[in-house]
C-alpha cells in the first residue's frame, strides 16, 4: 500500500532563517505531488504541484520555492523565512498518469516563525 | 465570492446523531467531489469520492451530489465521538486536476 511520508511535525524557525521541509512517498511510481498550505479560517492553498522530476508549477508567487530531486520527493523550501510563512504546511500525492486519481495527504509540518 | 462555500460551524451533536454538512458552488464544471476528515494537527483524509451527480454510501456515511443546485452533502449515521472532527469539502473540473477546497466544518458528537 502507499503510504506518505513528511517530516518534521513541529518546526520553529526565525524570521530570516531557511527552511526545508521533506516529503517522501512510498509503494507508488511516478506520484503527481503537490504542496499546500492551511490557515485557520482560509481553508488549503496550494503552493505547488509536480507531475515529474523537475517538473514544478507554482500557484502562489511567494517567498517558497519547491523541488522534486526524486521521484518520490518533494521538497518545499525558502532562503529566508518571512512571520507570515507560518501555518500548516501539507504534501500530498495521487496517482499520476491516471484520471479518477484522489488526494492522500501527509500528516503535515505545523511551522511557527518567530 | 467564493468559488466553494462551506459553514465553518462549529457544529456540536449528540453521539448517535444524524449529521448533514454541506457545501455549494458557483463552478458548473466541477465534476468530481470528495470530502475529507481532518483530526486535529493530522492531515485530511480522504473519506468520499464520487463524480458527477448521485448518491454514494459507504457505511455510516453517504455523499450526495445535486449538480443540478450546485449543493453536495455529506450524511453521517449514527454519529461517534470518534467522528469529532473538521470535514472538508473539495472538488475539481477533472480528475487529478487542481482541487477547490471548502474552509472546513468542525464537528464535535457528545458522548
Known amino acids: 500500500s502507499q503510504t506518505i511520508h513528511q517530516w518534521p511535525a513541529t518546526l520553529v524557525q526565525p524570521v530570516g532563517s531557511p527552511l526545508s521541509l521533506e516529503c517522501t512517498v512510498e509503494?507508488?511510481?511516478?506520484?503527481?505531488l503537490y504542496w499546500y498550505r492551511q490557515a485557520a479560517g482560509r481553508g488549503l492553498q496550494l503552493l505547488f504541484y509536480s507531475v515529474g522530476i523537475g517538473q514544478i508549477s507554482s500557484e502562489v508567487p511567494q517567498n517558497l520555492s519547491a523541488s522534486r530531486p526524486q521521484d518520490r520527493q518533494f521538497i518545499l523550501s525558502s532562503k529566508k523565512l518571512l512571520l507570515s510563512d507560518s501555518g500548516f504546511y501539507l504534501c500530498?500525492?495521487?496517482?499520476?498518469?491516471?484520471?479518477?486519481?484522489?488526494?492522500?495527504f501527509g500528516n503535515g509540518t505545523r511551522l511557527t516563525v518567530t | 465570492q467564493k468559488e466553494v462555500e462551506q459553514d465553518p460551524g462549529p457544529l456540536s451533536v449528540p453521539e448517535g446523531a444524524i449529521v448533514s454538512l454541506n457545501c455549494t458552488y458557483s463552478n458548473s464544471a466541477f465534476q468530481y467531489f470528495m470530502w475529507y476528515r481532518q483530526y486535529s494537527r493530522k492531515g485530511p483524509e480522504l473519506l468520499m469520492y464520487t463524480y458527477s451527480s448521485g448518491n454514494k454510501e459507504d457505511g455510516r456515511f453517504t455523499a450526495q451530489v445535486d449538480k443540478s443546485s450546485k449543493y453536495i452533502s455529506l450524511f453521517i449515521r449514527d454519529s461517534q465521538p470518534s467522528d469529532s472532527a473538521t470535514y472538508l469539502c473539495?472538488?475539481?473540473?477533472?480528475?487529478?486536476?487542481?482541487?477547490?477546497f471548502g474552509e472546513g466544518t468542525q464537528l464535535t458528537v457528545n458522548p
Open positions: 500530498a500525492w495521487s496517482v499520476g498518469g491516471r484520471g479518477n486519481s484522489p488526494l492522500h
Open positions: 473539495a472538488m475539481s473540473e477533472t480528475s487529478g486536476s487542481r482541487l477547490t
Open positions: 509503494g507508488t511510481s511516478n506520484p503527481n
